[in-house]
């Protein structure tokens, strides 16, 4: 893709994706398999910044156009993501002692036929076809969208993250968002917060973290090495004359806490009912062993998803309403002066 002659801040962070986007399309379209050719490229993390800006940009302007853009990165995002949920299992449980084959088995032929609904979406929505139509047809969009100038467009950045932290508190509070579903209580909740993270790294320097000498005591128990040292928690870097949106790096830690900390026990329960969906599936066990078959089997997940959903759910809770953590990092979103 080519930038118009006119040099727009919002127009130009999708170019910068898709053009990490395009070649991989292009990889996968010259290969004898281009579904798993995609999965194992970095596919996967550019469409959730295409996402991103495609949900912060239907909030600022052109909705429709924008709104189609995000679901079309979805679907293909998202089958990524199928691939890879039935991928990372069977890497791990072909590394497990004693792991049943025939439940393997079961996991190989769920991740073949993921890599087929893989490659129908390539197919049917045109991102591989010989004009790579799906990519044209987003560029004239792009191109001949209503953009934003610079400052605008920043003020625009700065209320979509906002906008998400307060949506994602209020689904919380008005019980939208509950823990009694792993998939879409749990994970729906990671979702979401995560968009606050994908965000600010969607948006190519835009947004920089602060760092504070003394940080609040509250944000104190979410500071851990692991957390401090992620490569999530390290912006693009700013680009000359550009003007910052700034948020303070305790509070944004604290958020990348509580997504790492729900992922792993979200992954914990999803564990759990992979093996018990594999063992109903090809009936290694009976019904009324399912369960004790699980637990023998699901040995890096040492609770229930009950207990999970419960753990989650007072996590959240501290974070949320004790240590009003979500209103603390809404204040301290500001454009720099």
């Not at 009694?180 to 606050?196: A, M, S, T, Y």
């Not at 009976?286 to 999970?308: H, Y």
Request: glycine share 4%; with cysteine.
């Amino acid at each position: 893709m080519e930038n118009p002659e006119q040099l727009i801040p919002g127009y130009n962070r999708f170019v910068l994706h898709l053009n990490k986007f395009e070649p991989l399309l292009k990889s996968a379209a010259q290969s004898e398999d281009p579904a798993k050719t995609l999965y194992e490229s970095s596919a996967r993390q550019v469409l959730f910044y295409l996402q991103a800006l495609a949900r912060i940009y239907k909030k600022i302007h052109n909705k429709k156009r924008f709104e189609r853009m995000r679901i079309a990165f979805k679907a293909l995002e998202d089958q990524l993501g199928k691939v890879d949920y039935y991928d990372a299992f069977i890497k791990e449980f072909s590394a497990q002692k004693n792991f049943p084959p025939v439940l393997l088995e079961n996991l190989k032929q769920h991740f073949s036929n993921e890599l087929i609904a893989l490659k129908k979406i390539l197919d049917d929505q045109q991102w591989i076809d010989a004009d790579f139509s799906a990519l044209k047809y987003i560029s004239e969009k792009l191109e001949s969208a209503d953009w934003k100038d610079a400052a605008n467009d920043r003020r625009g950045v700065a209320d979509a993250i906002i906008l998400q932290i307060e949506k994602t508190a209020s689904d919380y509070e008005s019980g939208k968002l509950n823990f009694k579903d792993l998939e879409n209580g749990v994970h729906e909740f990671r979702r979401q917060l995560r968009w606050i993270s994908i965000y600010a790294q969607a948006v190519d320097g835009l947004v920089q973290l602060k760092k504070i000498d003394e940080p609040a005591a509250e944000l104190k128990p979410y500071l851990t090495k692991e957390v401090l040292e992620s490569k999530f928690n390290v912006m693009p870097e700013l680009k000359e004359g550009m003007v910052q949106i700034i948020i303070e790096a305790p509070n944004f830690y604290a958020l990348s806490w509580i997504i790492n900390e729900i992922g792993n026990l979200k992954d914990d329960g999803l564990r759990i009912i992979c093996i018990e969906n594999a063992i109903r599936e090809t009936k290694y066990g009976p019904e009324s062993e399912v369960k004790k078959i699980t637990k023998q089997l699901a040995i890096k997940s040492s609770e229930s998803p009950g207990q999970i959903k419960k753990r989650v759910e007072i996590i959240v809770d501290y974070f949320i309403n004790t240590n009003k953590l979500f209103k603390l990092i809404v204040s301290i979103v500001k454009i720099e002066e």
